[in-house]
């Protein structure tokens, strides 16, 4: 490594986490049914090399990203990293593709054996032995409660296949479910300043909890950044799913004035307006991290700053004006 980034303890799991890990939805590549468009392994391999190079010290991926292949992506990049500097793997399961339809929607399947299946196929691609946090992606539609697949995930733990466990895409009714049956780690909503629900009701539950959040999507899925207008949308790849997708269409205007707000705070940081994205939603309290995605090594440069930036009352009062409910 050849820096340390700054560090928090992630809730009770005994991790310490960067404020910022890499996250490798993009690097699925194409022709799946929520793909970003076509990326090259290699260019992916350097990115996640670049991105444990700044000091970040987790990588946030899921089986279904690329249908598998995202995760072997990772398991390829980590190949020859040492036990000292491998970094904290996080993977999600319980979304099952249909091998001969890539293009179809995945079913949410929280039934034991399926999600035992999924845990043990997820260790194979990544190469191994226990998954440091495992998120149950969404919640099922298969009739499994969110109590009988929670308790299949503190099973696992037990057994020591997953080191601690979480729930993605939940709300607060189904989170405190599953915590009464066993310590839920850690949370991963979306959250942005183009998509602060979480900061209503589940961020507040976290910090009153032990709960950590490490939240996704922070710069807006590319909107925050400072690098989108009505033409880029018009010119992403057709199996883009951003082309259809409300942010990008319907409420483009509002969005793009919200990350212009931002590259004028960033102008006082001097970083980036990725960067100025990031760090407002990790100065929420309950939010231990966020989940940056980048698909080269150059893109990893442009958010990375905010790991080190808090961000002042000032700060996002220029943000929200009136387009936002809520700061920290």
Not at 247 to 274: C, H, P, Q
Request: with cysteine; hydrophobic share 45%; net charge negative.
């Amino acid at each position: 490594m050849s820096e340390e980034l700054a560090r928090i303890a992630l809730s009770s799991t005994g991790m310490d986490i960067t404020r910022v890990g890499f996250g490798s939805w993009a690097l699925g590549g194409g022709d799946w049914v929520s793909s970003w468009g076509p990326q090259a392994d290699d260019e992916s391999v350097a990115a996640i090399r670049h991105a444990l190079d700044t000091g970040i010290n987790w990588i946030d991926t899921a089986a279904v990203y690329g249908l598998g292949h995202a995760e072997e992506v990772v398991a390829k990049a980590l190949q020859g990293v040492s036990d000292a500097d491998r970094p904290y793997v996080f993977t999600k399961g319980g979304l099952i593709w249909d091998e001969n339809n890539r293009r179809q929607s995945s079913a949410k399947v929280g039934e034991a054996s399926s999600l035992r299946r999924e845990v043990e196929a997820s260790l194979k691609r990544l190469g191994i032995e226990q998954i440091d946090l495992y998120f149950m992606h969404w919640p099922a539609t298969d009739g499994t409660t969110v109590e009988s697949y929670w308790q299949t995930l503190l099973e696992l733990k037990a057994e020591g296949k997953l080191r601690a466990i979480g729930l993605s895409n939940h709300d607060v009714g189904q989170v405190v479910r599953a915590e009464a049956l066993g310590h839920v780690d850690v949370v991963q909503p979306p959250f942005s300043a183009i998509n602060p629900a979480a900061s209503a009701e589940l961020l507040p539950w976290c910090a009153e909890h032990s709960t950590d959040a490490v939240v996704y999507s922070p710069m807006g899925s590319g909107l925050l950044t400072g690098a989108f207008s009505a033409e880029r949308v018009a010119s992403l790849a057709s199996d883009d799913w951003r082309r259809n997708a409300p942010a990008f269409t319907t409420d483009l205007d509002k969005n793009l004035a919200i990350a212009e707000s931002m590259a004028a705070v960033a102008g006082r940081y001097g970083v980036s307006t990725a960067a100025i994205a990031v760090a407002w939603v990790l100065g929420f309290p309950g939010v231990a991290g966020a989940i940056v995605g980048a698909r080269t090594p150059e893109q990893v440069d442009g958010w990375v700053a905010s790991a080190q930036i808090s961000l002042t009352p000032e700060d996002y009062s220029d943000i929200s004006k009136d387009l936002l409910p809520t700061i920290p």
